[in-house]
């Protein structure tokens, strides 16, 4: 329930609410939220704080909003993983428009940028990509705490 007397926006209140029915599986990929209509009566919220809500949720990737029908629990989307070269370098990002409609990534979802000496960048979406790194190289667990 939104608790009208809380420090914390009535908008991220909501997006709180959705978000846990997400992971408690009540609202599954493909699934069509409430309408902005039913949000507003159910929880007693105008339609700004509705609509800032499903905002906060499109920018964690967590639904889509589709223009005249409405937003929908994001579907899963297969996992690839990406095996690092010794010399690569990895930046996150948050995409141009361009990139999200050539990747096919919603609002909300940064990419990695990978750049290998004399190779192109490969932009990939982070929420479908793992990156891996050869066993033999260092990882950060490996040089926490040593004198620099």
């Known amino acids: 329930m939104i608790d009208f007397g809380s420090d914390r926006p009535v908008h991220r ?3 709180d609410i959705i978000r846990a029915d997400i992971a408690a599986g009540r609202l599954e990929p493909g699934q069509a939220l409430p309408s902005e209509t039913r949000l507003m009566q159910q929880y007693e919220l105008g339609r700004v704080a509705v609509r800032q809500a499903l905002g906060v949720l499109r920018s964690e990737g967590l639904v889509v909003t589709v223009k005249r029908e409405g937003s929908y629990v994001r579907p899963q989307v297969p996992v690839e993983r990406v095996a690092m070269q010794p010399k690569a370098e990895v ?4 995409p141009s428009p361009d990139e999200r ?5 919603p609002e909300g979802i940064p990419v990695f940028v990978i750049k290998t000496p ?4 490969r932009i990939l979406s982070a929420d479908r990509t ?3 790194w050869d066993s033999g190289a260092p990882t950060l667990s490996d040089t926490e705490g040593l004198p620099e």
């Open 130 to 132: 793992i990156l891996t």
């Open 13 to 15: 209140q909501l997006a």
């Open 91 to 94: 930046t996150a990002r948050m």
């Open 101 to 105: 409609r050539h990747l096919d990534i």
């Open 118 to 121: 004399r190779t192109r960048d």
